[in-house]
């Protein structure tokens, strides 16, 4: 990588480094001062690199207050399982499709925006629950302003209504109460008004700030107050962004389409992304060549708080990971390079460290856990997430699963080198391995296995820790 940047042959380089009686191989890392006496006896300028300069290419334009403008609220839907967020989700949806095109368009992108009937936008993330929104949010992409805290009337509160409110008073975003299923005849919105209020979450009934609507997502049923009642959230927030400006906004979610390449749904934060824009995001970087809206159509531009797809990126990046467009392409290309070195250096620490740990920890308890190693790569982020998470409820005392490593995209070299370094297998879920990934994989013995149904992945996988140790899972 030094030849390549001083433009000299990589045999020089190692020639000379040897001479210094440095035996090195090409691929081999070496320190920052050897680098520089390298430079210097090429005859190189040096220009250390470090994190800030690399990152303050990225326009921090501090907007002045004349400059915002309002934007609409970008809205997620929490509560527990089957409470109907989904159905929620949907039945929102729809009353956004005018009755033209009623049925026609639902091309899901992860995100999306209706009107309400007074005219206001809103755009909500169409993937319900905390875990989305918690890994956005540790990945230092807070885009939620408002959520909606679904409570079903016949159910009342539970544990993960209890979880949703804790995430959401963490990030500091104001809830609003859906009261859904009110249609049953088992429905009581007093009894969840009541329960709510012994987790600190005080009702407009009972005196305090949050609105709260009886909904039902099957009839219907107070989704116009609903909407309402977040735009009404909205003009209290005052939520303002300045469109013309450079573009930022965050991947909601990311994908490897096979006849599009790479696709990111973006929701812009603050100004406009357009096509033929240059960006970078998260370890990734691009040059917009499509922007495809929620109803599926091409558009030319996205301005502050609107979902797109931006199609024209060189890998996939990962949801959470934020887009900032720069001015040329080299900016974009070393920007992404430096984020991806830097992560690669940090995931080889820590993996060490974390491995050390554990041989440490377990040595001192003088306990047999056995592990069942495994990498994961998945099409989108959901699926990668939702795999963890199974994963790791798998075992018990004696045995239990490590993800060693997961990400979005086809299995490649890299993964078949970490897997056999650890003597995993790697799981493909609904991805494939490319082709010198198959071939090294055969070289190396390192099996792959493709899924694409979680619970046949989840019953072979306690299978293989079941026969690890012949252990009841
Ligand atoms: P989620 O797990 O929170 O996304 O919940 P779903 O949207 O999948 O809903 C769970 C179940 O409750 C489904 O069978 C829905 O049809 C049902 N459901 C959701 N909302 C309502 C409602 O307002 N009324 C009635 N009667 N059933 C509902």
């Known amino acids: 990588e030094l030849a390549n940047r001083m433009a000299e042959r990589v045999a020089d380089v190692v020639k000379s480094l040897m001479k210094m009686g440095m035996m090195v191989t090409q691929n081999q890392a070496i320190d920052a001062d050897t680098a520089e006496l390298i430079v210097e006896e090429f005859g190189h300028r040096i220009q250390r690199v470090s994190d800030a300069d690399v990152e303050d290419v990225i326009q921090q334009i501090v907007d002045k207050e004349e400059e915002l403008q309002p934007r609409p609220p970008v809205v997620t839907i929490m509560g527990h399982v089957d409470h109907g967020k989904t159905s929620l989700l949907d039945a929102i949806r729809k009353t956004s499709v005018t009755t033209g095109e009623a049925g026609g368009i639902t091309q899901h992108i992860g995100a999306y925006q209706v009107t309400t009937e007074s005219g206001a936008l809103l755009s909500f993330l169409d993937t319900p629950g905390h875990a989305a929104f918690t890994s956005m949010r540790s990945r230092g992409a807070q885009v939620t302003d408002i959520v909606i805290l679904v409570v079903a009337a016949d159910d009342s509160v539970m544990p993960q209504t209890i979880e949703a409110i804790a995430h959401a008073k963490a990030a500091g975003v104001p809830m609003i109460v859906a009261i859904n299923k009110c249609d049953k005849p088992g429905a009581d919105a007093q ?114 708080s609107v979902p797109v ?165």
């Not at 096979?258 to 240059?278: E, F, N, S, Y």
């Not at 990046?317 to 900016?331: I, R």
């Open 191 to 304: 009894k969840v008004r009541a329960e709510l209020l012994q987790h600190e979450v005080v009702v407009e009934e009972f005196s305090g700030d949050v609105q709260d609507i009886e909904v039902s997502a099957i009839t219907g049923q107070g989704l116009d107050s609903l909407l309402e009642a977040i735009a009404l959230q909205a003009e209290i927030l005052e939520l303002k962004a300045n469109p013309n400006r450079a573009a930022q906004g965050a991947v909601i979610e990311a994908q490897l389409d096979v006849g599009r390449g790479p696709v990111a749904t973006v929701l812009i934060q603050k100004g406009t992304l357009k096509r033929g824009d240059i960006f970078v995001v998260g370890e990734q970087w691009g040059k917009v060549r499509a922007l495809v809206n929620d109803q599926g159509e091409r558009v030319d531009e996205a301005g502050p």
């Open 309 to 473: 797809e931006v199609l024209g990126l060189n890998g996939t990046p990962e949801a959470g990971d934020v887009l900032n467009v720069v001015d040329t392409d080299s900016q974009a290309r070393e920007i992404a390079e430096y984020r991806a070195h830097a992560a690669k250096e940090k995931r080889a620490t820590a993996g060490a460290a974390t491995t050390l740990d554990q041989l440490l920890a377990q040595a001192k308890a003088n306990e047999s856990v056995a592990e069942l190693p495994i990498l994961v790569k998945a099409d989108v982020q959901g699926s990668a997430e939702a795999i963890i998470q199974a994963m790791e409820k798998i075992g018990n005392d004696e045995v239990r699963v490590r993800v060693l490593h997961y990400g979005v995209g086809a299995i490649t070299e890299t993964d078949i080198g970490l897997a056999e370094a650890s003597g995993a297998p790697v799981i493909g879920f609904n991805v494939r391995a490319n082709s010198p990934a198959r071939s090294s994989a055969n070289q190396k013995g390192v099996e792959i296995r493709y899924y694409s149904v979680i619970y046949d992945l989840v019953d072979d996988v306690k299978a293989a820790a079941s026969g690890l140790l012949s252990a009841e899972i």
